[in-house]
């Protein structure tokens, strides 16, 4: 079917006329129908089987140093990820490149009328703005994972991030007289927004989609102490999140904090890194 035009009945809507974005191929049989309105008009997915297509299955790849590669999420900076290849991927942030101009058009909104037509005008512009915000961050996504595809590593590790517990708002702090103290949610609402712009969850299930295609898989690990270790020498040495770089004086390296963290995550996948516990639990202090 060469046709740009696809003519499709529905029942209770009957004949709609649908614009295809690919050639649907031949010998597919169309199994599903899913219609979806979205800000831009009406979307429409077809599942199609084809049997003509083999099932797709990955083999049973096992981890070795040299076929798996680690994988840290970096907020720093415009930074996205860090490797245990020693490469950063630099980061999109749809949502602050937009912030201004998704902000003037809500404050506009918020001053008109509800119900009245000039509010529902700013509120389909508002709308459209996270949608290019969301489409801009997917399309992110993907071109990010295939680059990572591309290396040739069959194994992904990742580390297993709670961000219900990240973006959780800080407790109250309130003195003798009940007087409310400040508890840095500030500087935490900005982190949050960080987190929900750089949708890190969402991207490791994007690379796992396109790591099956590739017969590779995606294993996420638990993060325990992996950024604060030296991958080199079990000692802690990054104490605090402003501590960016170490500097080894007997073996004059620069020792860069994210790189070593997906150094790390990958020694926890391939059970390398054993189960550390901090010098003070080991001997009991608290």
């Known amino acids: 079917m060469n046709s740009k035009w696809l003519y499709i009945s529905i029942p209770k809507i009957g004949l709609i006329k649908v614009r295809t974005h690919r050639i649907i191929p031949d010998g597919s049989k169309i199994k599903q129908i899913s219609l979806t309105k979205k800000t831009d008009g009406w979307w429409i997915n077809l599942s199609l089987e084809d049997k003509s297509i083999p099932e797709l299955k990955t083999d049973n790849i096992q981890p070795t140093w040299e076929n798996s590669i680690g994988l840290d999420a970096v907020l720093d900076k415009d930074i996205y990820l860090a490797t245990s290849e020693g490469k950063k991927l630099s980061s999109l942030k ?5 912030q201004y101009k998704l902000t003037k058009v809500s404050q506009r909104k918020n001053k008109r009328k509800h119900g009245s037509k000039s509010r529902r005008k700013l ?12 489409r801009s961050r997917k399309d992110f996504q993907y071109k990010t994972a295939y680059r990572l595809i591309k290396t040739g590593k069959k194994v992904f590790f990742h580390e297993k991030l709670n961000l219900t517990g990240l973006t959780r708002r800080n407790q109250t702090k309130q003195d003798e007289d009940g007087k409310y103290l400040p508890n840095g949610q500030s500087a935490k609402s900005g982190l949050n927004k960080s987190w929900q712009d750089a949708a890190t969850y969402q991207f490791f299930e994007v690379l796992g989609q396109v790591a099956a295609k ?8 638990k993060p325990n102490y992996t950024s604060q270790l030296l991958c080199y020498r079990d000692e802690i040495v990054f104490t605090d999140c402003s501590i960016r770089e170490y500097f080894d004086e007997e073996l004059q390296l620069k020792i860069d904090r994210d790189i070593n963290a997906a150094i790390n995550l990958k020694r926890v996948g391939l059970d390398l890194f054993g189960d550390y516990k901090p010098p003070s639990k080991q001997s009991g202090y608290s």
């Not at 749809?94 to 937009?98: E, I, S, V």
């Not at 509120?123 to 969301?134: N, V």
């Open 94 to 98: 749809p949502l602050r490149t937009n």
């Open 123 to 134: 509120a389909k512009r508002e709308s459209k703005i996270h949608q290019k915000i969301a």
């Open 214 to 221: 590739a017969n590779a898989s995606v294993v996420e690990v």
